[in-house]
Structures are given as C-alpha cells and as structure tokens.
C-alpha cells in the first residue's frame, strides 16, 4: 500500500523560506507525477506544481517565482521549498501521486502538514 | 488559466436522496476532469478521473458525466458517509492543475 507522509517546521516567519518533505513508501517514484497543493484553513485547494520522476517541473504561475520541487529517488522523498513567504502561505500542504493510470488525477494523497506564517 | 466553478455552493439532501453536483470550465477540458471527497481532517479522495472513469474502491452510486465545459458527479442514493466536500479538478495540456471551489454536500 503506497503512503505518502508529510513532514517538516509547522511554524515559518514571514520572509523566511518554508521547506517540506514528502516521503513515500510501500511504492516507487518512478513513472509518477508528484505534487505539492495546499489548503488554507476553511478554504479550497490549490495546486503549486509537480515534479516528474525524470526530474521534469511544472509550477503553479502564480507561485512560479518563489516555489523549488526537487525529487531524492535514493530516500523516495520529494521536497517543496517556498521562499519568502508570508501569512497567506499559511495552509495545509498535501503532498499527492498522479499516475498515468488515472490520467495524472491524484490518487495518493499524505495527511497533510500544517504550516503557519507568524513572527 | 482555466477557472472550474461548481454548484451549489451547498446541497442540503437526505440520505436516499439522489445528488447533482455541477462543475463548469472557463473554457474546454476535453475529459480531463477528475472528483475528489474530502472529509474534515481528511485530505481528498479521488472518486472519478477522465471525466467517468471510477477510481478504484469507489462505490458504484458514485458516476460522473460530461466533456468539454459541463461536467456532472451523481451519487444516486446517498449513504450517510456521503456528506462530506466535493471539488472537481482539471488538468490542461498547459500542463496546469486548478480546482473548483467546492459543493458542500449537508444532511437536511
């Protein structure tokens, strides 16, 4: 069974640079498509990009400036670096698979990490 | 960037109840559409992908319609666990990823 778990500071102050880990297990990062979305607390969701197993990276425009995914395949981690960020980064982040099975819908999602922007 | 909207916003039924949740796109996904429930505390769960396929495990009431702009999720009886939050999600040869704001799905 694929697990996909989240970790990393859950407290960030403004300006600083938000660094998060996806680990997977039970399943390999080859052939997948893996991103990271948020969630405000309350609110909906939002995609901010995903790296491809070859490395590829596709970013979310309005993030483009300030977002870094990267993949380690040794450790099957995949991590999200946000830089200057600010209250309105404050949210959830799922880290989610997307596969060419489902037509890179997200079939695998973590629980989710909360982050907080605050000084 | 194409911009999903859903309705409604809130969709008070009983469970029995057949539901209709809409999502409409800005402008054409093919059947690039996929449906996700989330559940408080929960991430989503992905019900159906390429616009009618159902992901694996999901209950037969749950079946999606549409392409193009107009898309459809019905459940067609309601299970008391159905009552959560539904977003519908695109994906764009672009390849960009945006979700609808949600339908709240309530027990009247």
């Known amino acids: 069974q694929v697990q996909l778990q989240e970790s990393g500071p859950g407290l960030v102050k403004p300006a600083e640079t938000l660094s998060l880990i996806c680990t997977v297990s039970g399943g390999s990062i080859n052939t997948y498509y893996w991103s990271w979305i948020r969630q405000p607390p309350g609110k909906g969701l939002e995609w901010i990009g995903y790296i491809y197993y070859s490395g590829v990276t596709y970013y979310n425009p309005s993030l483009e400036s300030r977002v870094t995914i990267s993949l380690d395949t040794s450790k099957n981690q995949v991590s999200l670096r946000l830089n200057s960020v600010t209250a309105a980064d404050t949210a959830l982040y799922y880290c989610?698979?997307?596969?060419?099975?489902?037509?890179?819908?997200?079939?695998?999602w973590g629980q989710g990490t909360l982050v907080t922007v605050a000084s | 960037e194409i911009v999903l909207t859903q309705s409604p916003a809130t969709l008070s039924l009983s469970p029995g109840e057949r539901a209709t949740l809409s999502c409409r796109a800005s402008?054409?996904?093919?059947?690039?559409l996929a449906w996700y429930q989330q559940k408080p505390g929960q991430p989503p769960r992905l019900l159906i992908y390429d616009a009618s396929n159902r992901a694996t495990g999901i209950p037969a009431r749950f079946s999606g319609s549409g392409s193009g702009t107009d898309f459809t999720l019905t459940i067609s009886s309601l299970e008391p666990e159905d009552f959560a939050v539904y977003y519908c999600?695109?994906?764009?040869?672009?390849?960009?990823?945006?979700f609808g704001q949600g339908t709240k799905l309530e027990i009247k």
């Open positions: 989610a698979r997307a596969g060419l099975l489902t037509k890179r819908a997200f079939d695998y």
């Open positions: 402008q054409s996904v093919s059947s690039s």
């Open positions: 999600q695109q994906r764009t040869n672009s390849p960009m990823y945006t």
